[in-house]
């Protein structure tokens, strides 16, 4: 079974930036999409990027397009989401997650694996 975890989550200032690490393991084949999801107090789990692992083709929210990143390692094992210029609404726990499938969407229901999370605090 596919395994998540992420790291690197921590408290900045608006404006500032953190980048999130996903380690993977036991992924099923080479293709499938890696995304992030974030889930802020009060509100439902979002869809913020997504990489398709064949290719590295990249998906974003409209929220995050133009400050966050996301990019993977050349084994395609390791995730990274890079965020700049944080706001205070990024706040949230952020999620790792992996569709063998479909991802590009940055649908919830597309992502069958998921990690335990890593918090973002941005503070103004």
């Known amino acids: 079974q596919v395994q998540l975890l992420e790291s690197g989550g921590g408290s900045v200032q608006t404006g500032g930036s953190l980048t999130l690490s996903c380690a993977g393991s036991?992924?099923?084949?080479?293709?499938?999409?890696s995304g992030w999801f974030r889930q802020a107090s009060g509100k439902e789990r979002e869809g913020v990027a997504s990489?398709?692992?064949?290719?590295?083709?990249?998906y974003y929210a409209d929220s995050v397009k133009g400050r966050f990143t996301i990019s993977q390692d050349n084994d395609k094992k390791t995730v990274y989401l890079h965020m700049t210029s944080l706001k205070p609404e990024d706040t949230g726990m952020y999620y790792c997650?992996?569709?063998?499938?479909?991802?590009?969407?940055?649908?919830?229901?597309?992502?069958?694996?998921w990690g335990q999370g890593t918090q973002v605090t941005v503070s103004s």
């Open positions: 990489i398709y692992r064949g290719n590295g083709a990249t």
């Open positions: 997650a992996y569709g063998p499938i479909r991802g590009w969407r940055l649908l919830r229901t597309d992502f069958d694996y």
């Open positions: 036991e992924f099923i084949h080479s293709g499938g999409y």
